[in-house]
């Protein structure tokens, strides 16, 4: 597998950074078992059609080499979950994730109130290959 060089790009209280990585593909291998997490707000908001937002949600904590994949199906009759994060930046499955947010978008016009229901994650345990290599941080 061959390496290469990236930008990671986060955001900091100077504003956007990118640092320098040199990275692998990774392969890795997916157990038979699987468990749900839910998504949960942790706060009211009012949200109109279209609208992309950020809602805080009930913490989620995975251990590491678990993989998160949103379930399909959305149990929110006003929104679905695009994505979740955890506010720290990049979120390597080589480490402990604290997911903090999901990334909203809105079908409909209403209002999302603390404790709805909102999604659906898919945590599968995963094994990585012998060739895995960490990603490698480079200095300018």
Known sequence: MESQTIQIV????????RSKVKVAPYEFTIATR???????????MTIA????????IKEIKLQH?????????????????????SGDGVAPVEVDRCIKSAYILAQDTGEIKEGDLLGVLNILPIMFTREAKKPVAIKD
Do not use: T
């Open 10 to 17: 986060s955001l900091s209280e100077q504003g956007l950074e």
């Open 34 to 44: 699987a468990k749900w997490e839910i998504i949960v707000a942790d706060e009211d």
């Open 49 to 56: 059609k279209g609208a992309f937002e950020k809602i805080r």
């Open 65 to 85: 080499d678990l993989l998160a994949l949103l379930c399909a199906f959305s149990p929110h009759v006003l929104v679905s979950v695009v994505r979740v994060g």
